[in-house]
């Protein structure tokens, strides 16, 4: 196999220090916006004893579900020794683990008891998927540590294909984790379904790759390094096979539900009378977030870079919405107690309900995110993560 | 006449007991909601109609108003904490924070609440509630509550623990003369409650998800 040259982001530049200082500004107002929603409680969001789970969990749950997606690149080239997938590897081991940090401090910070952290990692229930999770992200951020480690250290870099297959199991793990977090739930129409896990991994593997993709070619962009096409035009065919299963995985199970009549109400609620929810079921994740990507993706307009790029942004727009319906839908819907009675109380028994996300929630999200993408700034810069060029003729010599 | 059961400090609760209520649904009136304000009284957590941010203020036990749209059919019922014996917020609570007491009471333990709200989304009956607010000073010191935590009906585990033998929502109901609350020891086949069940037809909520519940209603 040809050597590669990874070099670090000399990161010195205005640039840099403006994308930077850009983030940073993002983590301090994610932080503000913890501050405030701690301090006065979540009284001051959107959310309450109806939709008690709101915008931070949609952009939680969508970061975690990136990150373990983000490892594909480096499972590809590790586990099913794909060789050109090899320079890119590093920087898809250290996404994950941004986008994991990123997802798990704003998953954590909208506890209504964030201070109690402690509490949750020294009590555990045993039954609880939640707790699952806190062992499937540690063990996530510990697997994908070492496996990185292989991928830096020539001294250990015999180990990479076991570090790598362990972090490749794992992940598949904790997304169906990640998945059985909503599907171990009985009570909601929409949750309570094995399809859930499966359905996780592979918008994982889409969002992911998404994310992924869009942060190479602007890092290769910005820092002026070469990227050929040869690896763009690989990895956005696999883009398209994932966003098409995702396609197919949601399709399936609104069929699915639609054939039972106890489900015609929920379905009814996410395909029709759902308002905001519909608009975000149909043009979110459904144009947005499959047709528009795969029709870029799978035509002409695939072949070139900027449209790669929009197809990715696109199906992270989608990976979006459909969080926001899969969390903020199935609870909208009101708790069917009694089947074919119609019900009414103070406690908004037998209605939709409605959910207005408050600043504060937005940019406790967007702080998440800020966070994961300033890990990475900042990785690339003390590590040697990149190659210094992955023109066509660099990669067609490592797969030789 | 039901015999109290109170017990010692020392003594844990016990297994032999089960803790339930009956709910009569035939005689629960329209527009009453009297057990309402006696939980809240009880309990210490406010009112809805007088809390400011309605949306969100807790609500321990509320009145459902029911229509069969097809029959026209009315019914009303109080619906709270149903106190399952295979609890879904138990089973879900990340801490261990949600528990089931011994004698079949569901709680919250507040000083290991971390405030996910995963046993919100898990419960069939929409019965807890967040404490989304500082609290007024309304609390009671038998009735530890807190910002940031989850809570629901206790079945009045204060009362239960000092002798009472019944709940403040029961006494409230059977001091208006509705009597359609009865609460007791559905172990002991000698309680009020295990002879009313034995001799009305009655339901679980949700009975297709057999939670084995500790509230039962007629005529629903």
């Known amino acids: 196999m040809a050597s590669i040259t990874f070099r670090e982001v000399e990161g010195s530049s205005l640039k840099y220090w403006l994308l930077f200082g850009g983030l940073g500004l993002f983590v301090l107002f994610g932080a503000l916006a913890w501050n405030y929603m701690h301090h006065h409680g979540h009284v001051v969001t959107g959310m309450d004893n109806q939709i008690v789970w709101g915008l931070p969990h949609v952009f939680a749950v969508f970061l975690i579900v990136a990150a373990s997606g983000a490892l594909n690149v480096a499972s590809i080239a590790s586990v099913f020794n ?5 320079p890119l590897a590093p920087l898809s081991a250290v996404l994950a683990l941004a986008l994991m940090l990123g997802g798990l401090l704003v998953l954590v910070l909208d506890l209504g008891r964030s201070d109690r952290l402690i509490v949750a990692m020294t009590h555990f229930n045993f039954k609880s998927m939640f707790t699952w999770n806190v062992f499937l992200y540690s063990g996530f951020f510990g697997l994908v540590g ?43 129409e929409l949750y309570g379904s094995s399809m859930l896990a499966p359905m996780f991994i592979i918008m994982s593997f889409a969002y992911g790759l998404a994310v992924y993709l869009m942060v190479l070619a602007a890092a290769y962009a910005w820092t002026g390094r070469p990227l050929g096409d040869a690896v763009m035009l690989r990895l956005k065919n696999l883009l398209a096979v994932f966003v098409a299963a995702v396609l197919y995985f949601t399709v399936v199970f609104h069929l699915t539900n639609l054939y039972f009549a106890k489900m015609e109400g929920v379905e009814a609620f996410v395909l029709r009378d759902g308002g905001i929810i519909t ?29 790669i790029m929009i197809a990715s942004g696109l199906i992270i727009l ?72 992955l023109d066509d003729a660099t990669v067609a010599r490592l797969e030789h | 006449m039901e015999v109290a059961h109170g017990r010692p400090e020392s ?74 014996a295979d609890a879904p917020c138990v089973d879900v609570c990340p801490t261990g924070a ?60 204060q009362k239960i623990d000092r002798g009472d033998g019944t ?54």
């Open chain 1, 279 to 307: 608009t975000l079921f149909w043009v979110g994740q459904i144009v947005i977030g499959c047709i528009l990507p795969l029709f870029i993706l799978l035509t002409n307009l695939g072949k070139t870079r900027v449209w």
């Open chain 1, 82 to 86: 794909q060789k050109m997938y090899k």
């Open chain 1, 318 to 389: 989608g990976g979006m919405a459909q969080m926001y319906v899969t969390i903020i839908g199935a609870q909208a819907y009101p708790l069917d107690m009694f089947p074919g009675l119609l019900e009414s109380s103070s406690f908004a028994d037998g209605q939709f309900h409605t959910y207005s996300p408050s600043v504060p929630e937005f940019f406790l999200g967007f702080g998440g995110v800020a966070i994961a993408l300033l890990a990475t700034l900042f990785g690339i810069k003390v590590l040697r993560l990149l190659p210094a060029s």
């Open chain 2, 98 to 157: 949600s528990f089931k007491r011994a004698d079949g009471i569901v709680l919250v333990n507040r000083h290991t609440c971390i405030g996910c709200r995963y046993c919100m989304m898990a419960c069939p009956y929409k019965a807890r509630s967040l404490v989304h607010e500082s609290l007024n000073d309304t609390q009671k010191p038998d009735v530890p509550r807190g910002i940031g935590c989850v809570e629901s009906c206790t079945l009045c585990v």
């Open chain 1, 146 to 188: 070492i496996y990185l480690w292989t991928m830096l250290d020539r001294s250990v870099a015999g180990y990479a294909k076991t570090a790598g297959t362990a972090a490749f199991i794992w992940r598949l793990i904790l997304t169906t984790g990640t998945g059985s977090l909503f599907g171990f739930l009985i009570a909601r």
């Open chain 2, 11 to 84: 003594q844990a609760a016990s297994s032999a007991v089960r803790w339930g209520m009956l709910v009569d649904a035939t005689k629960c009136e329209s527009g009453c909601d009297d057990c309402v304000t006696a939980c809240s009284t009880e309990n210490g957590w406010t009112p809805v109609d007088q809390s400011v941010h309605k949306k969100q203020a807790p609500q321990w036990i509320r009145k459902l108003e029911l229509q069969n749209p097809l029959t026209q059919m009315e019914t009303n019922l109080p619906m709270m904490c149903q106190h399952c």
């Open chain 2, 167 to 220: 709940t403040a929502c029961v006494e409230a109901c059977t001091a208006s003369g509705h009597n359609a609350l009865l609460f007791g020891d559905m172990n002991d086949p000698e309680s009020e409650i295990s002879k009313r069940l034995r001799e009305l037809p009655t339901k679980q909520v949700r009975a297709d998800l057999n939670l084995n519940l500790g509230v039962r209603y007629h005529g629903i």
